[in-house]
């Protein structure tokens, strides 16, 4: 079927070329691609995106009057901390992959008509697109979206959504994702005994321990709420700051951490580990390096690829289950849309994929009110770059109804206040009651299961 019609299309393309038709039409659908990719770049350098989108941010001249002058600069340093243009022209004239948030965002930018913001184009600066170019990079985002991140699962009335349905699995390796279950509720992970991964991570909570911050050892409390351990292995790095670049290195982390387990280094958890010669023995017939921070790590990492929760009722509405949802559920992913919600909340694991600064639309830290601490500084622990303060890996909302209280801090109980937080710091909006409700009605259908159990039965 396929090679039949791309013989007719260079049927037709040698028969256009006899005539005096532009050689455009007579293109490979990837070289077409390729074309789209280029005029979208180019469109981004001519229409002035570059000078809000980038670290060359230039202020235009009425920046220093008073008044406007504050509203202008605001939006130059926002517009960076929002989307990276620059980086986005560079992979796009390399030929590299724009990320999957990227496509997300500038796809509900150029859907919604947002950009350039209007009060610029009545100025000069950054002049409009016209209906075509808009359409032009609508067309460059979905075909790279569907080329770079397309998924079998999904019907095709979906294949341009923001969001796709989970995979059913993963890789993983049976044999040590059976020892890294046992590590995993193992309290000798931790100096006193007292304490297991399970402990703050409890596969019948969602995944956490639904409390503002984790109890570690000794009644010691951290400074950060956590997060689930489903589907974590989808996220792109690990922790809010991303400080641990997969599971793996994420496991080495709380068995040392003085206020989570507490263990004095591996050395420790490795002897009393092999005080058990049955455990001991499992394991080595596994791993023949035995024991070590390593394999322990591994075997871990192996065990939370299986937790992911495949599923979920809005999941079967992307396979084609058009009874899966209610009226008002499918009101509420609308909503979700509309509303900006998906651009970073977005993939399969619907965040997990890129950091984003929390308060871009309003000051979150001056509104709470309390003392910043080092939790709230986010990716700036890591790179100590100014431009990544307060900023945090997107959390996944799969499976969110489970995994009160909410953000990094745990300062919200309930999804309607997270969502209403969200609506005014990250998108300027302030959403009405019913609103709320039906995109909370929505989050409410991410609920997965795990080995066909839903995630709501506690015996998990
Ligand atoms: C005057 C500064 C400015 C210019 C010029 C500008 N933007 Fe923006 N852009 C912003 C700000 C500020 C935001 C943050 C969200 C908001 O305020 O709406 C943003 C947000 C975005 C987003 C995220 C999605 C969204 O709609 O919020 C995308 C994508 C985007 N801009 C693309 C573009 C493109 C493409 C151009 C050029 C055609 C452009 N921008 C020109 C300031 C600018
Ligand atoms: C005392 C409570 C506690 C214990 C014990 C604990 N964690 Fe965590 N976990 C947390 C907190 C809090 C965070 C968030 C820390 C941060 O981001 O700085 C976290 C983060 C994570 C993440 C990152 C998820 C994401 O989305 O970034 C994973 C995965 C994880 N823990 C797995 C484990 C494993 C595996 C163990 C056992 C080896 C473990 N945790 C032990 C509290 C705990
Ligand atoms: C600019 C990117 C961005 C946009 C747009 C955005 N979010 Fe978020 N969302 C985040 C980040 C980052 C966090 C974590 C904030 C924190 O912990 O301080 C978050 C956290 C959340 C949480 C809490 C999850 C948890 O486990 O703690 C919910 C619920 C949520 N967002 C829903 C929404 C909804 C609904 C919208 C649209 C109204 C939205 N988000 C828009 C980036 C975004």
């Given at each position: 079927?396929?090679?039949?019609?791309?013989f007719?299309?260079?049927?037709?393309?040698?028969?256009?070329?006899?005539?005096t038709v532009?050689?455009?039409?007579?293109?490979?659908?990837?070289?077409?691609?390729?074309?789209?990719?280029?005029?979208?770049?180019?469109?981004?350098?001519?229409?002035?995106?570059l000078?809000?989108?980038?670290?060359?941010?230039?202020?235009?001249?009425?920046a220093?009057?008073?008044?406007?002058?504050?509203?202008?600069?605001?939006?130059?340093?926002?517009?960076?901390?929002?989307?990276?243009?620059?980086?986005?022209?560079?992979?796009?004239?390399?030929?590299?992959?724009?990320?999957?948030?990227?496509?997300?965002?500038?796809?509900?930018?150029?859907?919604?008509?947002?950009?350039?913001?209007?009060?610029?184009?009545?100025?000069?600066?950054?002049?409009?697109?016209?209906?075509?170019?808009?359409?032009?990079?609508?067309?460059?985002?979905?075909?790279?979206?569907?080329?770079?991140?397309?998924?079998?699962?999904?019907?095709?009335?979906?294949?341009?959504?923001?969001?796709?349905?989970?995979?059913?699995?993963?890789?993983?390796?049976d044999?040590?994702?059976q020892?890294?279950?046992?590590?995993?509720?193992?309290?000798?992970l931790?100096?006193?005994?007292?304490i297991?991964?399970?402990?703050?991570?409890?596969?019948?909570?969602?995944?956490?321990?639904?409390?503002?911050?984790?109890?570690?050892?000794?009644?010691?409390?951290?400074?950060?709420?956590?997060?689930?351990?489903?589907?974590?292995?989808?996220?792109?790095?690990?922790?809010?700051?991303?400080?641990?670049?997969?599971?793996?290195?994420?496991?080495?982390?709380?068995?040392?951490?003085?206020?989570?387990?507490?263990?004095?280094?591996?050395?420790?958890?490795?002897?009393?580990?092999?005080?058990?010669?049955?455990?001991?023995?499992?394991?080595?017939?596994?791993?023949?390096?035995?024991?070590?921070e390593?394999?322990?790590?591994?075997?871990?990492?192996?065990?939370?690829?299986?937790?992911?929760?495949?599923?979920?009722?809005?999941?079967?509405?992307?396979?084609?289950?058009?009874?899966?949802?209610?009226?008002?559920?499918?009101?509420?992913?609308?909503?979700?849309?509309?509303?900006?919600?998906?651009?970073?909340?977005?993939?399969?694991?619907?965040?997990?994929?890129?950091?984003?600064?929390?308060?871009?639309?309003?000051?979150?830290?001056?509104?709470?009110?309390?003392?910043?601490?080092?939790?709230?500084h986010?990716?700036?622990?890591?790179?100590?770059?100014?431009?990544?303060?307060?900023?945090?890996?997107?959390?996944?909302?799969?499976?969110?109804?489970?995994?009160?209280?909410?953000?990094?801090?745990?300062?919200?109980?309930?999804?309607?206040?997270?969502?209403e937080?969200?609506?005014?710091?990250?998108?300027?909006?302030?959403?009405?009651?019913?609103?709320?409700d039906?995109?909370v009605?929505y989050?409410?259908?991410?609920?997965?299961?795990?080995?066909g159990?839903?995630?709501?039965?506690?015996?998990?």
């Amino acid at each position: 079927m396929k090679s039949k019609s791309s013989f007719i299309y260079s049927l037709s393309c040698l028969a256009l070329l006899a005539g005096t038709v532009s050689m455009q039409s007579c293109k490979t659908k990837t070289e077409q691609q390729q074309d789209k990719a280029q005029l979208t770049a180019q469109l981004m350098e001519d229409k002035g995106c570059l000078a809000c989108h980038s670290d060359e941010a230039v202020l235009p001249f009425y920046a220093s009057f008073p008044v406007i002058g504050d509203q202008v600069q605001k939006d130059v340093k926002n517009g960076k901390r929002f989307v990276d243009l620059q980086q986005v022209v560079d992979q796009l004239k390399s030929g590299g992959a724009v990320s999957e948030v990227d496509l997300a965002k500038i796809e509900f930018a150029m859907l919604g008509g947002t950009m350039p913001p209007a009060k610029y184009k009545m100025v000069h600066w950054g002049s409009s697109l016209s209906n075509d170019e808009k359409a032009l990079i609508i067309d460059w985002a979905r075909e790279n979206r569907n080329k770079l991140y397309a998924q079998s699962n999904i019907a095709a009335e979906f294949m341009n959504e923001p969001i796709r349905p989970l995979p059913d699995a993963i890789a993983y390796n049976d044999e040590k994702a059976q020892l890294g279950f046992k590590l995993y509720h193992d309290t000798r992970l931790s100096v006193d005994n007292s304490i297991s991964c399970a402990s703050c991570h409890d596969l019948g909570m969602g995944g956490v321990d639904r409390k503002q911050f984790s109890e570690g050892v000794n009644g010691q409390f951290g400074g950060v709420n956590a997060p689930t351990v489903y589907n974590a292995a989808l996220n792109f790095v690990q922790f809010w700051d991303g400080r641990a670049a997969d599971l793996q290195a994420q496991a080495g982390g709380p068995p040392l951490n003085p206020i989570e387990m507490a263990s004095e280094n591996f050395d420790q958890i490795v002897a009393k580990l092999s005080a058990d010669a049955a455990f001991k023995a499992e394991f080595e017939a596994v791993y023949p390096e035995g024991l070590s921070e390593n394999s322990i790590t591994d075997a871990i990492a192996e065990f939370e690829k299986t937790l992911i929760t495949p599923n979920s009722r809005f999941d079967k509405y992307l396979k084609g289950d058009n009874n899966a949802l209610t009226a008002h559920e499918v009101e509420g992913y609308e909503l979700f849309k509309e509303n900006k919600c998906a651009s970073c909340h977005t993939g399969i694991n619907m965040g997990g994929q890129s950091f984003e600064a929390m308060g871009i639309t309003a000051d979150y830290f001056a509104d709470r009110g309390t003392d910043i601490t080092d939790g709230d500084h986010g990716r700036f622990s890591v790179t100590k770059n100014e431009s990544d303060m307060h900023k945090f890996k997107t959390p996944t909302l799969r499976n969110v109804a489970l995994t009160a209280p909410y953000f990094h801090d745990g300062s919200k109980q309930t999804l309607k206040e997270a969502v209403e937080a969200m609506a005014i710091y990250q998108t300027g909006k302030t959403l009405d009651a019913a609103e709320v409700d039906k995109i909370v009605l929505y989050l409410n259908s991410l609920t997965g299961e795990l080995n066909g159990k839903s995630l709501e039965d506690s015996t998990i």
